[in-house]
Nanobody, 126 residues
Framework: QVQLVESGGGLVQAGGSLRLSCAASGRTFSSYAMGWFRQAPGKEREFVTAISSSGGATYYANSVKGRFTISRDNAENTVYLQMNSLKPEDTADYYC???????????????????WGQGTQVTVSS
């Protein structure tokens, strides 16, 4: 089992940047594929990006491709989401998620993930 704690959210102007972190407990972090999702008020949770257990493969939603970068440090049990060129439509609660999986397929459905953090709020002002 793994516990996830997100941090790094906040208020930023459009065009600005934020870096979210997700710290994971447990000794087998390197066996988990990790994902970031977001949920805006009144909307369904949507996939943002995922990274394989080794960090060698990544996958992005079209809406963030070229602006967001996911990375991980398995020695520190942490996954990061660097968000650049932020837009007001990026405003949402951001959640990290974990799936015990070491393959090359990158899970991108919320139902694929067994473990979730509590979320961190990102607000982008225009």
């Amino acid at each position: 089992q793994v516990q996830l704690v997100e941090s790094g959210g906040g208020l930023v102007q459009a065009g600005g940047s934020l870096r979210l972190s997700c710290a994971a407990s447990g000794r087998t972090f390197s066996s988990y594929a990790m994902g970031w999702f977001r949920q805006a008020p009144g909307k369904e949770r949507e996939f943002v990006t995922a990274i394989s257990s080794s960090g060698g493969a990544t996958y992005y939603a079209n809406s963030v491709k070229g602006r967001f970068t996911i990375s991980r440090d398995n020695a520190e049990n942490t996954v990061y989401l660097q968000m650049n060129s932020l837009k007001p439509e990026d405003t949402a609660d951001y959640y990290c998620a974990a799936k015990y999986y070491s393959g090359n397929y990158l899970p991108h459905l919320a139902g694929d993930y067994a473990y979730w953090g509590q979320g961190t709020q990102v607000t982008v002002s225009s």
